[in-house]
C-alpha cells in the first residue's frame, strides 16, 4: 500500500518512505499489516465566528482561501493574541491522496480535540466525537475515501462552554483551548482488526520465581469483523526498554471469532518488576492472520509487572509500605505552546518533574499517550481523572452518555499503562453536598465495568465540613485538598487555618482508620494570595512537615509544577490570564521554590559531610521517614572541575545510613545524588580546603 498525502496544488508528499509500522511484518506478508501515517503537517484552519461554514456547504466545498491560514498540527488558536479568548466553532482542512486496498480498513485517529468535532470525507459525514476532549478517538472513514482521486477531511470543531460536556460550562480551572491539538494519524490496516487490548499481568510479589499469568482481552472493530471466521492469534511479548531484548514469550492460538473479544490466558517465567526507579517495561505484539494464511492486523503495546494496593491504612507498592511524594503537572500551561505542546516542550517539563523528586502525581483532565509513555519508561505513577471538577454534582443523561464514554475512552486506552495506578471520579465538586455522595457512587460502577484493578477515589474539598458525610467515604484512600490558612479559611464556610492540619489528620484517621490518606493538593495560589515565592517556600515547609509528622498520611501531591494559564486566572489577561501555581514559570524556569520541593521530596539526605584527611570526603547519607521508601542504585557523584568519582549507595531503607568515603577530584565542587535512571535527586557542595 501506498499513502500520499497531498498538501496544496504545487505540492505532494509521498510517505511510503516514512511510513511508521507498528511492527514488521510476520507470516507471508511482505509489508506490515498496519500502516500507520502522521498527518499533522499542512492543514488548512480558518475561525468561523459568524457561523456560516455548514450555511456555505465548506464540509463539502472545502475553506475559501481568503479566509485561511496553514497550520500544523497539534495546533490551537487560543495561543493567538488576536483570538486568545475565542470560544466557538473553528474549521480544518486537509487533503489526501490514498493509493491502496479497497477491503482495508481505514481510520482517522485523532488523538484530542476540543472539546466537539465532527469529521466529513469528501462531503459525507464519517463521524463525531462530543463532549469529551481530552480523550483519543477513531473514526472510520473506508466507506468515504476514494483510491482514484484526492480526499478531502473536513473537521468542524467548537470548543464553546457547554452543558454537554466535561469539564461543565465554565467550571474547570486550566486552559479552554479549543482545536486539534493533539496528533492525528491515518491508519490502515487488513480485516479482522484490533481497536484495542487490555493486559492484565499477575504474579506472586513474594516469590519472583514463580511465573506470571498473563491475560490479554482483544477487541476487535465491529465493522471488521466476520462471525464464525477462524483466525490464528499470534502473540510474542519482548523486554522493552531493558538492557536485553530478549522474547520472553511466544504462542499462537487457534480462534474461532464469537464476538469482537477475545480472551488469551498465558505464562511467562522471567521478568523483571515494574518500579518508579526501576521502569522495566514488556512490549505485547498480537497478530491476527486469516484462514488463507494472511497477517491482516498486528497491533502492539507495552505493559509492566507492578503491584499496587492499599491495606491497613497503607499504601504498598511492590510489596513494601511506601510514603510518596509528587508535584502535579499542568499541561497547557506555557503561552506559547497551549494544549498543543511540542515533544520537545514535554520532554523538559517532565524532566524537571522527574527531578523534583515527584514518583507520584494526578492529572485533573486525561492526558497524551506521549505523557504516559514518558511516565512508564522514566517512572511516574499516576492517578488519570475525568474533568470533573466543582459541577454539576447531578447528571442528566446527556452528560451521563459522555461520562460514560470519557471513562470507556480513557480506561481502554490507558489501561496497560504500568505508571497507572488509579482513577479519578471527580475533583472538588460541591454544588449539592449529598448528590456527590451518590454520583460518586455511580461514577465508581462506571469504572468498574472496565478495571477493577485499580484504586478508585474522589479528591475532596470539603473533608473538613462534613468529615463522615464526605463522598471521601466512597474513595480507596483519602485524598483531601489542603489549603488550610488559604481557599479554606472563609469562616462560614467551616474554616480552617494552618494549625488546624494535624488534629484534622488525626480526625480524618479516627473517622475512615482503614484508608490511607493521600494530601491530593497543597501549595500557595498567587495573585489570589501575597507573598510571591518567599510566601510559597514557607508555606511548603510547614505543611509537608504537617504531613511527614502524621503517620497515617501516605502521600503528599504539590500543587504544581508550573505556573499556567487559565480562564478562572487571577492574573494577566487574554493568552496570559494565570494563575501563580508553581515551582517553574511559565517558561520552564525553575524559582528558588523549586530546589526545596526537590529537597523535601527526596528519599534521602546528605545528613553529614566529612573530611577526615587530606583530600578525602566521608559522606553519610539517611533514608527519609517522608517520603519513605527503599533506595536501589542510587549514586553518589563527587565533581571538580572536568573532574568525577563515583560510587554506587548501598541499598537504604526509610530511617538508615550509610556511609561512603573516598578520594575527592577537587578541592572543591558539587556532591550530587542521581537515581538508576540518571534524574538528580539532591546536590550539595564539598570543600576539602
Not at 459568524?50 to 450555511?55: A, T, Y
Not at 462530543?130 to 473536513?154: E, Q
Not at 466535561?166 to 483551548?177: A, E, G, I, T, V
Not at 490570564?577 to 520541593?597: A, E, I, M, T, W
Request: glycine fraction near 8%.
Amino acid at each position: 500500500m501506498k499513502i500520499i498525502i497531498k498538501t496544496g496544488a504545487l505540492q505532494v508528499i509521498t510517505i511510503a518512505a516514512i511510513i511508521v509500522a507498528f511492527t514488521t511484518s510476520c507470516q507471508n506478508e511482505k509489508a506490515s499489516p498496519r500502516n500507520v501515517v502522521l498527518i499533522n503537517d499542512n492543514w488548512e484552519f480558518c475561525i468561523d465566528s459568524l457561523q456560516v461554514g455548514l450555511k456555505e456547504g465548506w464540509s463539502e466545498k472545502g475553506l475559501p482561501d481568503s479566509i485561511t491560514a496553514h497550520v500544523n498540527v497539534p495546533h490551537t488558536w487560543n495561543i493567538n493574541p488576536k483570538t486568545s479568548e475565542y470560544m466557538g466553532s473553528a474549521w480544518y482542512e486537509k487533503i489526501i491522496d490514498i493509493q491502496g486496498n479497497d477491503t482495508k480498513l481505514y481510520l482517522l485517529r485523532f488523538g484530542a480535540i476540543y472539546h466537539d468535532a465532527v469529521i466529513w470525507v469528501n462531503g459525507a459525514k464519517a463521524g463525531e466525537h462530543k463532549g469529551s476532549g481530552y480523550t483519543s478517538f477513531n473514526v472510520d472513514i473506508s466507506p468515504y475515501i476514494r483510491l482514484d482521486k484526492p480526499n478531502r477531511i473536513m473537521v468542524r470543531v467548537d470548543n464553546s462552554f457547554s452543558r454537554e460536556n466535561l469539564p461543565y460550562l465554565n467550571y474547570f480551572d486550566w486552559p479552554m483551548d479549543g482545536g486539534i491539538y493533539r496528533d492525528v494519524k491515518l491508519i490502515a490496516t487488513g480485516r479482522p482488526a484490533i481497536e484495542y487490548m487490555l493486559i492484565d499481568p499477575q504474579f506472586d510479589i513474594e516469590d519472583l520465581t514463580r511465573p506470571a499469568r498473563v491475560n490479554v482481552r482483544t477487541k476487535f472493530f465491529e465493522q471488521s469483523l466476520q462471525q464464525g471466521e477462524k483466525v490464528q492469534i499470534k502473540i510474542n511479548v519482548t523486554e522493552e526498554n531493558q538492557p536485553t531484548s530478549n522474547t520472553v514469550a511466544s504462542l499462537i492460538r487457534e480462534i474461532t471469532l464469537d464476538g469482537a473479544t477475545v480472551n488469551i490466558d498465558f505464562e511467562i517465567e522471567d521478568f523483571k518488576v515494574w518500579h518508579f526507579d526501576a521502569p522495566n517495561l514488556y512490549r505485547m505484539t498480537v497478530n491476527v492472520i486469516n484462514a488463507d494464511g494472511e497477517t491482516t492486523d498486528s497491533y502492539a503495546s507495552n505493559f509492566g509487572f507492578r503491584e499496587f494496593k492499599t491495606g491497613n491504612n497503607k499504601i504498598i507498592f511492590n510489596g513494601e509500605v511506601v510514603r510518596l511524594m509528587g508535584a502535579e503537572y499542568m499541561a497547557g500551561g506555557d503561552p506559547d505552546f497551549g494544549m498543543a505542546v511540542t515533544t520537545r516542550k514535554l520532554a523538559d517539563d517532565l524532566k524537571k518533574l522527574k527531578e523534583a523528586n515527584c514518583v507520584f502525581t494526578r492529572v485533573h483532565w486525561q492526558q497524551s499517550e506521549e505523557l504516559l509513555d514518558w511516565f512508564d519508561r522514566n517512572g511516574i505513577l499516576l492517578q488519570e481523572e475525568i474533568p470533573l471538577w466543582q459541577r454539576p454534582s447531578v447528571f442528566n443523561d446527556t452528560l451521563w452518555n459522555v461520562a460514560r464514554l470519557q471513562i470507556r475512552e480513557m480506561v481502554t486506552r490507558d489501561y496497560n499503562h504500568p505508571c497507572i495506578v488509579g482513577w479519578g471520579v471527580g475533583n472538588e465538586v460541591w454544588e449539592v453536598p449529598d448528590s456527590v455522595n451518590v454520583l460518586v457512587q455511580q461514577l465508581r460502577k462506571e469504572y468498574m465495568k472496565w478495571d477493577t484493578t485499580r484504586m478508585l477515589n474522589y479528591v475532596s474539598n470539603t473533608i473538613h465540613k462534613r468529615f463522615d458525610k464526605d463522598a471521601s467515604a466512597f474513595s480507596d484512600v483519602l485524598m483531601p485538598n489542603d489549603y488550610s490558612g488559604l481557599w479554606h479559611l472563609i469562616p462560614s464556610e467551616g474554616g480552617i487555618t494552618e494549625d488546624m492540619v494535624p488534629g484534622l489528620l488525626e480526625k480524618y484517621h479516627r473517622l475512615m482508620p482503614e484508608k490511607p490518606i493521600i494530601i491530593s493538593e497543597y501549595g500557595y495560589p498567587e495573585p489570589a494570595f501575597k507573598g510571591g515565592d518567599p510566601a510559597r517556600i514557607k508555606h511548603m515547609i510547614r505543611h509537608t512537615g504537617y504531613y511527614a509528622d502524621s503517620p497515617y498520611v501516605s502521600g503528599a501531591i504539590y500543587f504544581c509544577l508550573n505556573d499556567y494559564r487559565t480562564h478562572m486566572g487571577e492574573g494577566g489577561t487574554g493568552v496570559m490570564k494565570h494563575r501563580l501555581h508553581g515551582v517553574l514559570d511559565f517558561k520552564g524556569n525553575k524559582k528558588p521554590s523549586y530546589k526545596v520541593l526537590q529537597n523535601l521530596s527526596s528519599p534521602v539526605a546528605i545528613s553529614k559531610i566529612e573530611y577526615p584527611g587530606a583530600g578525602k570526603i566521608s559522606v553519610t547519607i539517611t533514608g527519609k521517614h517522608f517520603p519513605a521508601y527503599t533506595v536501589k542504585n542510587y549514586k553518589l557523584i563527587a565533581q571538580s572541575d572536568n573532574k568525577e568519582v563515583s560510587a554506587i549507595i548501598p541499598d537504604i531503607k526509610p530511617g538508615e545510613k550509610v556511609k561512603l568515603d573516598f578520594e575527592a577530584p577537587g578541592t572543591t565542587g558539587k556532591l550530587r545524588i542521581v537515581r538508576p535512571g540518571g534524574f538528580e535527586v539532591i546536590d550539595t557542595v564539598f570543600n576539602c580546603q
